[in-house]
């Protein structure tokens, strides 16, 4: 027991003599004294050149380092420098193995960062090129160096070290600056001013933080001035973080401000467990302008299946002045007091791997938008449901500029937009990626000044095959309904619609959409069409389908068919209409027919509808790219049609069709499109002639019948005497019939 005892005794007297020989060391050795030998051996050792200009000290309670105006240059140009640099760390501490930096200073740091023309960073430089014989040696060492199998007390180095207790009193970065140049792209970024402040820094326990910094780039010309204030705590196994009290601020201007300053902002509280893999923001707040995002989120896992809950919301704000103070150009709307009042919040919540929004609201203005829906990250399937108001879609267009529709119609605007490249209209890689199932709901929705109500839409995405189950809604007192389908799955997406619409009146809804009022009823639509391509001009050339329609109890405005046909009657009459008034209407019956659709043409051969007194048939072509109208009219006469004298109706014109012509840009509105048609008369009068001569054979063929009979009955009498006639006449009745 004595020896060991004595051995003791002597361990720790060689350590206090050891600690009083460094002691002195420290005391009675000048490092200045070294400064040549230092600079020497950083100058041997690597490609920089160091220069000491101020004192260095050092102190032993605590242990501690302190370096005073150093350079470092790199082929002449500085790499790095510092005014002062003071490291302290409680002496003790180390015995315990359990350090204490009592403080750090780093103050005036200038690094200098660049890129040549070549890629290559200076900060390569630094270490001299091994000799090729060295490196050589190197690699065929490391080569034939035998992997070390991993040992018990190696694995427990990794992964079941004793948790490091570790503390620093004070820690003060000033003044530092980094300035990175690339010559190859011209960029220059520069941070200047950062300074850091942090005290009390103890693994377990809260500590306060302070950073701030500016940031400027050359490409775009950009800067910002940070601020950043906290409290952070970590645990001493380094697997448990926490952020209190965060009040960041980062004042921003540059090119993409349009000059502006902006400010952005971040506060709150954020938790994160690497061992349990959860995390948590409280209160937390970003804010860009006038923009502002509050949260509340929890999140449990973070592997491929997440889960999310808490709530996360957008305060309303003005989208016009959210743009204005970004320095952006502005929105030009028709309606300028739209796109002032944008709000949005949700729940978040659902099963692992599916985050899914619940309670959400999204306000446009005066439209409110309800609805759910949900992500999933195996497959990335969306689904969502989403049911609004009202929403008057006009109000958000650009303003018309004035002049526009003439412009459009001039040959400089289709020259332009001919030489303008046609744009694909569907991304078909993205929509090959989709995985929806959505459902949306409109009470009221106008666009095209077109107003629709009880608008219902259901649309299924998968690898490529895009479909419309649903899409229905009332319109003009009338009711539509549609389905169509989108196969993208081939570079060459394919189209198919089919459309029913019923008892829509189409004067209103003509007005409405394009203030053409050539025609009123309730229009019964049945559509049926497929087309291919993805581009609009492909998509005209190849559809392909019918449309069948007819109109009940409408009216043609703007035209009088009446007119046109009493026109053409009082050239056969050889007379002259007498009425001044003839109206600007043709009302009709059950109009109907079939269009065939062949690519930008529709084919009409069997329009008909009932007048008073006349029969409309008609047949002919609607041009839809060129807005072109060729139709060949007949008025049939079945009966009379006007109180004109001119216009009576003789044998010779009941059933004569009265040819008619409606040719023309129908965009330009109906008064001009339709006429009587003169060339198609001839046939009209030759009919009549053949009435005519009709009627005159017809007359001479009873003529001859009336002298026959007269003859019978003349011979009859004379042989059964006088007084028989009567009775002759009665057996002989439709004997010449």
């Known amino acids: 027991m004595k020896a060991i005892r004595y051995v003791l005794i002597a361990i720790v007297a060689l350590v206090v003599l050891a600690i009083a020989a460094i002691a002195i060391a420290m005391a009675v050795i000048d490092p200045n004294d070294y400064k040549p030998q230092i600079e020497k051996v950083v100058e041997e050792q690597t490609n920089l050149d160091l220069v000491l200009e101020g004192d260095i000290g050092w102190s032993f309670i605590p242990l501690g380092l302190e370096l005073n105006d150093?350079?470092?240059?790199l082929d002449g140009e500085r790499l790095i420098a510092l005014k002062q640099l003071v490291a302290q760390v409680d002496f003790w501490s180390l015995i315990a193995m359990s350090p204490q930096v009592s403080t750090f200073v780093l103050d005036g740091l200038d690094a200098r960062l660049t890129v040549n023309e070549q890629g290559e960073g200076n900060?390569?430089?630094?270490?001299?090129?091994?000799?090729?014989?060295?490196?050589?040696?190197?690699?065929?060492?490391?080569?034939?160096?035998?992997?070390?199998?991993?040992?018990?007390?190696?694995?427990?180095?990794?992964?079941?070290?004793?948790?490091?207790?570790?503390?620093?009193?004070?820690?003060?970065?000033s003044n530092a600056q980094v300035h990175y140049s690339d010559l190859q792209t011209g960029q220059k970024v520069t941070l200047e001013d950062f300074t850091v402040n942090a005290s009390n820094i103890t693994l377990g326990s809260e500590f306060p933080l302070e950073v701030g910094f500016r940031v400027e780039t050359t490409q775009p010309q950009f800067s910002v001035d940070g601020s950043i204030q906290a409290r952070l705590a970590a645990n001493e196994a380094l697997n448990d973080f926490a952020v209190s009290g965060l009040e960041a601020e980062f004042k921003m201007n540059g090119e993409a401000f349009g000059g502006k300053s902006v400010t952005a902002k971040l506060g709150g509280s954020a938790k994160a467990n690497l061992e349990s893999e959860t995390a948590t923001l409280s209160d937390f707040t970003a804010s860009l302008a006038n923009l502002t995002l509050e949260t509340n989120l929890d999140v449990?896992?973070?592997?491929?299946?997440?889960?999310?809950?808490?709530?996360?919301?957008?305060?309303?704000?003005?989208?016009?002045?959210?743009?204005?103070?970004?320095?952006?150009?502005?929105?030009?709307?028709?309606?300028a007091a739209v796109l002032q009042a944008i709000a949005f919040s949700t729940s978040i919540g659902g099963d692992a791997g599916k985050p899914a929004l619940s309670d959400l609201i999204i306000k446009l203005d005066d439209t409110t938008f309800k609805g759910s829906g949900s992500y999933n990250l195996d497959n990335g399937g969306i689904v969502f449901n989403l049911q609004g108001d009202k929403l008057n879609v006009d109000r958000y267009l650009p303003p018309a500029v004035e002049g526009e529709s003439a412009e459009a119609g001039?040959?400089?605007?289709?020259?332009?937009?001919?030489?303008?490249?046609?744009?694909?209209?569907?991304?078909?890689?993205?929509?090959?990626?989709?995985?929806?199932?959505?459902?949306?709901?409109?009470?009221?929705?106008?666009?095209?000044?077109?107003?629709?109500?009880?608008?219902?839409?259901?649309?299924?995405?998968?690898?490529?095959?895009?479909k419309v189950d649903e899409f229905s809604g009332k319109l003009y007192e009338g009711s539509f309904g549609a389905k169509a389908t989108i196969d993208a799955r081939s570079d060459t997406p394919k189209w198919a619609i089919d459309s029913d619409v019923s008892n829509v009146q189409t004067l209103p809804m003509l007005a409405d959409v394009a203030e053409i009022t050539m025609l009123s009823g309730g229009a019964n639509l049945k559509i049926s069409a497929t087309t291919?391509?993805?581009?609009?001009?492909?998509?005209?050339?190849?559809?392909?389908?019918?449309?069948?329609f007819n109109l009940a109890e409408g009216q043609f405005r703007n035209m009088n068919l009446t007119r046109m046909a009493c026109q053409g009657i009082a050239l056969v009459n050889q007379d002259q209409l007498t009425t001044t008034d003839w109206g600007d209407t043709t009302p009709f019956n059950d109009m109907r027919g079939t269009l065939d659709i062949n690519g930008n043409v529709f084919d009409n051969t069997n329009l008909v509808a009932s007048l008073a007194g006349m029969k409309l048939e008609g047949k002919g072509t609607v041009d839809m790219k060129q807005t072109l109208v060729d139709y060949e009219l007949g008025l049939r006469i079945v009966g009379e049609i006007h109180r004109d004298n001119a216009c009576r109706v003789t044998e010779y014109v009941e059933d004569v069709v009265i040819p008619v012509e409606c040719r023309g840009d129908f965009s330009a509105g109906a008064a001009s499109l339709c006429s009587f048609d003169g060339s198609r008369f001839r046939d009209t009068l030759k009919t009549i002639a053949e009435n005519a001569a009709r009627k005159k054979a017809q007359e001479e063929v009873d003529k001859a019948k009336g002298k026959a009979e007269e003859k019978v009955l003349e011979k009859l009498e004379e042989k059964l005497g006088e007084g028989s006639g009567d009775k002759v006449k009665d057996a002989l009745k439709g004997l010449f019939k």
């Open 70 to 73: 150093v350079e470092a240059t």
């Open 123 to 173: 900060w390569t430089r630094i270490m001299p090129e091994p000799a090729e014989g060295d490196a050589q040696e190197d690699q065929q060492d490391a080569a034939s160096e035998p992997e070390q199998p991993a040992t018990a007390e190696t694995e427990g180095d990794q992964g079941g070290s004793s948790p490091l207790n570790f503390n620093v009193e004070n820690v003060q970065i």
């Open 300 to 335: 449990k896992g973070f592997g491929d299946k997440p889960t999310v809950q808490g709530k996360l919301a957008i305060s309303e704000f003005s989208l016009k002045d959210l743009l204005e103070n970004l320095g952006q150009p502005a929105v030009e709307t028709t309606d």
């Open 410 to 466: 001039s040959d400089a605007p289709a020259q332009t937009a001919s030489a303008s490249p046609e744009g694909d209209l569907l991304p078909l890689e993205t929509l090959r990626s989709l995985l929806l199932d959505i459902d949306f709901g409109l009470g009221e929705l106008i666009v095209g000044n077109l107003t629709i109500n009880e608008i219902k839409a259901s649309t299924t995405a998968s690898k490529g095959l895009l």
């Open 532 to 548: 291919s391509g993805n581009r609009i001009s492909a998509l005209r050339d190849k559809a392909d389908g019918q449309i069948s």
